[in-house]
């Protein structure tokens, strides 16, 4: 199995915009979906997105949907998650994870090996 390195979070203002990169140790998870998560201060983890090993398959969250994109470079071990219009209601910790199982993609309890998350914080 791989390890997973989140980064690229920061401090932005409304609108603005944060490229996440979720980075594997190896290429263990390059034949699997992988998917982006975040938990806010007191709230449970929730979905953002998801992609399939090929890429051809990708799945948001309403919250997300039309200012989100997730995208996978299998060359490189790295999953990625572009924000744009970023609002306030969008300030949480970001983890990426791996679905070993193919499906529930959208269930935190379907994935595992959770990277260290990275804050992601937008001002008003």
């Known amino acids: 199995q791989a390890q997973l390195v989140e980064s690229g979070g920061g401090l932005v203002q409304a609108g603005g915009s944060l490229r996440l990169s979720c980075a594997a140790s190896?290429?263990?998870?390059?034949?699997?979906?992988m998917g982006w998560f975040r938990q806010a201060p007191g709230k449970e983890r929730e979905f953002v997105g998801a992609?399939?090993?090929?890429?051809?398959?990708?799945f948001y969250a309403d919250s997300v949907k039309g200012r989100f994109t997730i995208s996978r470079d299998n060359t490189k071990n790295t999953v990625y998650l572009q924000m744009d219009s970023l609002k306030p209601e969008d300030t949480a910790v970001y983890y990426c994870?791996?679905?070993?199982?193919?499906?529930?993609?959208?269930?935190?309890?379907?994935?595992?090996?959770w990277g260290q998350g990275t804050q992601v914080t937008v001002s008003s």
């Open positions: 994870a791996v679905n070993l199982i193919g499906r529930a993609v959208m269930t935190p309890s379907a994935y595992t090996n």
């Open positions: 190896n290429g263990a998870f390059n034949s699997h979906i």
């Open positions: 992609i399939s090993w090929s890429g051809a398959n990708r």
